[in-house]
């Protein structure tokens, strides 16, 4: 089991969710962390709900959005990324956006769990929002950001080479077009996060 390490002092910094969503969410949920290797590359996996082995709600769009927003570079080859994030839910029978249950983990490239979190309704009474759950989740991997050299060196993780960066963040770029053609993306958020991936790749 992990032991929580999380500071509960931080000021609220969430603009998907209300304060008092916020600090409900923080006391009715179960949520632990190691710390977590700054500016990573990380591999969205599955999100499963019943009887769909496929993201129908599109909470994992949200994670990797709320990744982006803080410095991490998803990456489509699972071979290369630092952590993996999976995670099972469960929806509203009817209103398939409000996510009634989940269980989610992210794990480094070792297979050791670094953040675990879950909720259920029938325990907290708490009904989630793909988006919110986007926010949260970006909430709890803030506060567990740890220093780059430290994390790698503890934890044997090896680093990537300039050439396989300067591809991760040209296959970021191409995803985050794909999130401003969905709109789950602003064009300034864009031009935001396109800007910093252009230094890596042109080595800036």
Known sequence: MLVPVLSLGQPFDS????KKKFEKVKS???????????KSSVFIGEFRTKNRPFDKSNISSHIKKNLIDINFIPTTNIENADYVVEANYVTDAIAK?????LWLSMNDSNGNTVLSWQFERKAGGII???DEIGEFFKYIVKQNIGD?????????TKNKTSESSKNIAIEELKKLKELLDLELITQDEFDLKS??????????
Not at 29 to 38: A, F, L, Q
């Open 15 to 18: 603009s998907g969710l209300s």
């Open 195 to 204: 800007k910093k991936l252009k230094k890596i790749i042109l080595d800036q």
């Open 128 to 130: 989630l929002k793909p």
């Open 28 to 38: 009715k949920t179960t949520y632990s962390s190691k710390k977590i290797v700054d």
């Open 97 to 101: 956006k409000q996510i009634l249950g």
């Open 148 to 156: 780059e050299k430290s994390s790698f060196e503890s934890n044997n």
